[in-house]
């Protein structure tokens, strides 16, 4: 299940993400999304290995460490295009 619910908390992420920083991203909402999976897998994955443990369901901490990687990325991507 880890991977999927990461892709899952990855779209709520990349939505979330856009919502706590809102402003024009080059790319629109896809590219948000997509940005949100791939924060959250890389948020799962920082958070893994520093032993927080990985995705055994669906509940508040996971979705902050989707949301924290969403941003990271989001503040990265927009750096880079911006």
Do not use: E
């Not at 939505?15 to 809102?22: D, L």
């Not at 920082?46 to 369901?57: A, E, H, N, R, Y």
């Amino acid at each position: 299940m880890g991977i999927i619910a990461w892709i899952v908390f990855g779209l709520i992420a990349g939505i979330v993400a856009k919502f706590i920083m809102p402003g024009k991203d080059p790319g629109g909402m896809i590219v948000t999304s997509l940005i949100g999976i791939a924060g959250a897998l890389v948020g799962g994955t920082i958070s893994s290995m520093l032993g927080f443990g990985d995705v055994t369901g669906f509940d508040m901490r996971s979705m902050m460490v989707a949301v924290g990687g969403a941003l990271l990325l989001l503040i990265a991507y927009r750096k880079l295009k911006g």
